[in-house]
């Protein structure tokens, strides 16, 4: 697993790079149509700088972004304890240096992120619907692929992906725009005559159509290999892959749509939160991939180790090439599943700990009854006391 | 003169491999043993539990008198065991005391419906389960250690500094909870 991240690291800067040069030529070709001969260079440089701009952005606001546009709320242990229980067992599965904050975000669509430029100041966030929907099981396996990604780096990694890509669309985008309106040095390259800028013309006109989509593709690609990733590591964090399968199936079943997502913050989900059905052009332009094929490789796998998965991933896309990088197969102890203590009832306990959450943050007051009862006292309740239906006490509220 | 620079920084280059492979292991070693301490604190933080735990369930379970002495007594096993080995049996036993414990305690409803036994129930299975999670951390961290203690060209240094392979947490009598196996093709 160790070794994992370094792999990872490697293939995931080839495709790093490759977006990079595109970047880079996209610039260099486009300032010699635009600037005339001996353009290429500031070309390069104007790309750039619009590219270390929206880096920087990104890399400072990034967390905050992401978790306010979701209008996700911090939570303690008090308020969620069976969800920080999970968050704290799988911070140790992974040996992570800090227990990521935890976020609970008020939508009824069942999905759940990670964020966080580095493992010591991660977040992981679900949604209410998510919490109410899932078992512990299952709950403790959409943790672990979260808790995954913060673990393989892919948090970072995705923000500098989808910043690349960002910058090329953005790059290409004014470049055709200005191409159309015959904006730039262009006349220029008419009078200068035969000095080969033709070339550059067209080579220029390809990259602003091209290099968007290209990018896109590569960063889909990536994106896609990191979801097989996270599942295999949730897979042999926890040992039990059923329980992420199964998870994966409701979430996939539930019909509503998650408010808050945008395409730039959809790869951190633990599904599409954009892109519901699994078509087959999901295959290539998707950031993550088919969830009933997620599904079917879980539950083929056996037990959760690592070699596990990649057997399976090959069976269930019959391709003879796994997706596991081969330092991280001879990394693994086996070894037997944790024995797990089963709570009875949890699924329920765990909604009733959600409403009591949102109830608490509309401001209702509780108040546990000695027989047992918990009552819930709005905050315009008119009232100074409060009577219980099941024992008859009275409750004084001033 | 550029013969004896070349042989300098070869000399230079195979000190700074060496103290490359050195540190990595010293890393491994204290990986190891952060990882030794988190199942420490787990396991203490459940043996702190059990108390809250008897005094909650002694009420609803007072005919079930065998099943708590066998907590207490497991519990106070741990608290008297003298090396690691023994420690880890008078844990082990406390595991199984415990799982004994919540199995009587589903035939009592008005123990299921109190709020207090159901957060401590909640906190004793997570304990369980972060036991195990930082006992399986600990064996892949001892896995790295021992392959590099073993595995040529680390295996040199860690010979020339002493560096020992560790032992597995291996626990027996464990109920190991299989996940269950689907065939497509």
Redesign the interface.
Known sequence: MWEQIAANKRKSAFLVTVMALLLGALGYFGGEYFMGKGGGIPGLALALVVWLIMTLVAWFQGDNVMLSVAGAKRVEKKDLPILHNIVEEMTLATGLPKMPAIYVIDDPAPNAFATGRRPENASVAVTSGLLKSLNRDELQGVIAHEMAHVRNRDIQLMLFAGVLAGAISLLAQVGLRGMWFGGGRSRSRRDSGQDGSGIFAIVAVVLMILAPILAQLIYFAVSRKREYLADASAASFTRYPEGLASALEKISRAPEKLASATSATAPMYIINPLKRANHMAANATGTHPPIDERIRILRAMGRGSFADYDRSYMKIKGVNKGVIPGSALKEETGGPAPAREHVSASQREIARQVDDLFYRKDGYRRIECSCGTVLKIPPDFGSDTARCPRCGTTHQLA | MIPLLVVLGLIVAVIAWLVGIYNGLVGLRN?VKE?WA?VDV?LKRRFDLIPNLMETVKGYMSHERETLEAVTQARAAVSGAGGLPERMAAEGGL?QAL?RL?AVA?SYPDL????NF??L??????T???I??????F??????LN?KVQMFPSNIVAGMFNFEQET?FEVTD????????????
């Open positions: 990986q990882a988190q787990q595991t799982g919540f589903e299921k419906a109190s709020t159901l957060a129930q909640e906190e004793l299975a997570s369980e389960n972060k195990s999670f930082a006992r399986q951390f064996n892949e961290a001892v896995m790295r392959n597995f464990e109920t190991e909870r299989s996940a269950p196996k689907v065939d497509f093709s």
